[in-house]
């Protein structure tokens, strides 16, 4: 196992476990933090495919980079939008 998928998996362990106890100390507070998070990243996401289309390229919506751009906001999808052109080009 490569040391940049330990840290990758470190850092997985550490959020999920932070989203775990948020939510088991006010499990209403959470539950409408992480909705309203995944709304704003359908609208981020929404908005960034529209200047896209524009410019000529697509990105795709699926629930994964949804949650990107909803936990990450404006820089998950800056990071999704250069991750997509990166793979393409």
């Known amino acids: 196992m ?11 362990v550490v959020l999920s476990a932070l989203v775990v106890s ?23 996401m929404v908005a960034a495919d529209a200047v896209g289309n524009v410019l000529g390229f697509h990105l795709p919506l699926n629930p994964i980079t949804v949650l990107a751009a909803g936990f990450l906001g404006l820089p998950g999808v800056a990071a999704l939008l250069v991750l997509h052109l990166w793979v393409l080009a």
């Open 2 to 12: 490569h040391v940049s998928s330990v840290w990758l998996w470190c850092g997985a």
């Open 22 to 44: 948020q939510f088991f100390q006010k499990p209403s507070r959470a539950l409408l933090w992480m909705v309203r998070s995944i709304v704003l990243g359908c609208l981020l």
